[in-house]
């Protein structure tokens, strides 16, 4: 009886409220729709216990509004309301557009005494709606000038507002089909623009483009996600994506944007301050993952506000200070950042509702976004002309670099010429074979300046000349001390002859020994034996070099040779030996291979070209250990393989790729031509073989040499 009595009350008192509230909603015109924010009654539940048998003897306010806007707060809202059908239509519906609310409940209440309850939220699978769209739609039915009260019931972690319109299902479906189209065209032009640039990348391999996309697609996955569309169409069986999703999207929005802005500005290098500000944004979006992983949603959505609101400043700032510096891009995005911060500006204004809920703030943050990826991506092709022209110029540079460095080389060759002109002609009176060597060095010289027009030639001139003084002062310093023993040996030869004609034998002898220890015949014996074997050592070396220069040269590279490869390593590293640091061992792993048709004069030249930029990545090193040249020669099939690898500095991916190019050097302008590698490969094409380089910074470099055993049959 008792719960009896406490129904009839709660009728009693739902029905004398219902009289006491607000004017309700009068639904006319069956082809009309209305918004109806104006006829709610708010309530804010601060102790989330309120139930719909307690609510109507809450204290409701009008809410004054077209559009409620409830901001962001923890707290359950109740909102009341009346609806008198003065239409020919009974069955209504009634629509909560915005999708992202987390637990909506709609009471209605019957004439019958009894409640009507239907829930709806993110909460729970998207199948169990009972519209298939993403606004929360509630249908009701009504007859003819009867009047009906409601309460609805909503909590969000995140924005939370109240357009609540009321219509035939028909004018909803209209509504709702215009802003799907217009969302739809929206929705083609972020995924044009993602796949353009797409292209881009894939032409270009331009990390800009890749990260461009990136932003695309979470600018564009925000924008589905406020609309709904992400939990009806990605998700729609997870309520904690969908729960979670207003903040982790716009995050990674975040993310993608501020890494983007420090790619696309270039900050670190136009403004390293704005980029190590971005970077303290870039931390402050992370942060929003600890309260959205707590479950703290409140706290989330006010942050990641903080957050896009401090980036799209500071995003504005930086690209204005690299403006003054006259980058374009900045200007371009400049431009595209202010629209976009003006659609926010009025985004922000209409949930503040200083603006009022239409359809121009409610798809100003659409076009504003699409207008920006659109301006973006000029400003991304525009790049590309900017590049162009950029590569063009160094390409006039570098070739003026070119002529200027062969200017140069032929300055200097002909210096080097009569230098060495000099020098030859000095050693001609001392040694003919040595002369004849000379002459082999000066024909090998000319033909480097000719063909290879290679800098270095002077650095291998005096080397070789070096290495024959050596073995030449050494015969030169024998000879004088060679004349006087000679010459100690004829006076003692004269006095043994003077014996002959002596009357006192015994007193000539006995003089003749005196003198012998005066001279110290023993010694001048051994001396001799010394001074000989010095200059046969001398004349030795000295055939050594003139056989390694001999065989190196190769005056009849013009035809094709069967050659021992072996000699041809070693005679290049004779004449390089001078330039050779002391702390660089020579590891020599030879197989045993047989003779191979080439020229060989072409091929020293390759060994020539490789040796001497080994020796300058070892030397380039600051400091010195270990360091070696190690010269593996195998057979594999027809081909012998030579492997030459060093300790030097070593080489970037960039840099290997281009060393082979005509004129790349990473020498100083003057200390290089860029043409050694170039003619390298030019020589190995040309025996048909192939040379492959292994090589990392700091890791030395490695050249790996195929050459096909008969050139002959490769060539045919």
Known sequence: MLSKIVGLWSIFTLLFLFHVTAQPVVYKNSRSLLQIGNHLELYTDKADTLTIAAAPQQAFKPSGQDVPNLQITPYTQWARFSIRNESKATKLLLEVEYPIIDDITLYELLPDGTVKQTRLGEFTAYKNRGYDHQNYQFPIQIAPEETRQFYLKVKAGEQLQLPVYLGTPETIFEKNNKRELIFGIYVGVILAMAFYNL?????????????????????????????????????????????????????????????????????????????????????????????????????????????????????????????????????????????????????????????????????????????????????????????????????????????????????????????????????????????????????????????????????????????????????????????????????????????????????????????????????????????????????????????????????????????????????????????????????????????????????????????SNALNAIKTKKEHGNEFISIQTKQEGSFIVITIKDTGIGMSEAVREKIFDPFFTTKDVGEGTGLGLSIVFSIIEKHKGKIIVNSAPGEGAEFIIYLPLDITTHLS
């Open 199 to 611: 292209f881009i990348y894939i032409s270009t391999r331009d990390n800009s483009y890749l990260i461009y996309v990136s932003y695309i697609i979470c600018v564009g996955l925000t924008q589905v996600t406020l609309q709904g569309y992400s939990f009806r169409f990605l998700y729609p069986n997870s309520p904690w994506l969908a729960m979670h999703a207003t903040v982790l999207v716009p995050v990674f929005n975040g993310l993608t944007a501020v890494v983007f802005i420090q790619q696309f500005l270039s900050t670190k290098i136009n403004y390293p301050l704005g980029h190590k500000l971005l970077n303290v944004v870039l931390g402050l979006y992370l942060l929003c993952f600890i309260p959205t992983f707590l479950n703290e949603y409140n706290y989330a959505q006010i942050l990641v506000q903080l957050d896009a609101f401090l980036a799209a400043v500071m995003a504005f700032i930086v690209a204005y200070r690299i403006s003054l510096k006259g980058v374009n891009a900045a200007r371009f995005f400049l431009l595209a950042w202010s629209i976009f911060l003006i659609s926010i500006f009025v985004f922000v204004l209409r949930n503040f509702n200083m603006l009022p809920y239409n359809n121009f703030t409610y798809y100003a943050l659409q076009i504003g976004s699409a207008v920006e990826v659109l301006l973006l991506s000029f400003a991304l092709a525009h790049k590309i002309n900017v590049f162009k022209a950029e590569k063009e110029a160094s390409q006039q540079m570098a070739l003026a670099i070119s002529q200027e460095n062969e200017r140069l080389v032929r300055e200097q060759n002909i210096i080097l010429e009569s230098k060495v002109k000099d020098r030859t002609e000095d050693l001609q009176a001392t040694n003919l074979e040595l002369n004849n060597a000379l002459n082999n060095l000066k024909d090998t010289q000319t033909r480097l300046v000719e063909k290879e027009k290679m800098a270095s030639l002077g650095q291998l001139t005096a080397g070789i000349a070096h290495e024959i003084n050596n073995p030449i002062n050494f015969v030169t310093s024998n000879i004088k001390p060679l004349k006087l023993d000679i010459a100690d040996l004829k006076e003692l030869l004269n006095r043994y002859d003077d014996l002959r004609g002596s009357t006192d034998v015994p007193k000539a002898l006995a003089d003749i020994e005196l003198f012998k220890r005066e001279i110290d015949i023993d010694y001048i014996h051994e001396e001799i034996s010394s001074l000989i074997k010095g200059i046969e050592d001398g004349a030795a070396r000295t055939a050594e070099i003139v056989k390694g220069l001999r065989t190196f040269s190769r005056l009849d590279e013009s035809e094709v040779k069967s050659i021992d490869i072996h000699e041809g390593l070693d005679s290049t590293l004779v004449l390089l030996r001078n330039g050779i640091p002391p702390y660089v061992n020579i590891i020599k792993e030879y197989a045993s291979l047989p003779k191979i048709e080439c020229y060989a004069g072409k091929i020293n030249q390759v060994f020539m070209n490789i040796f």
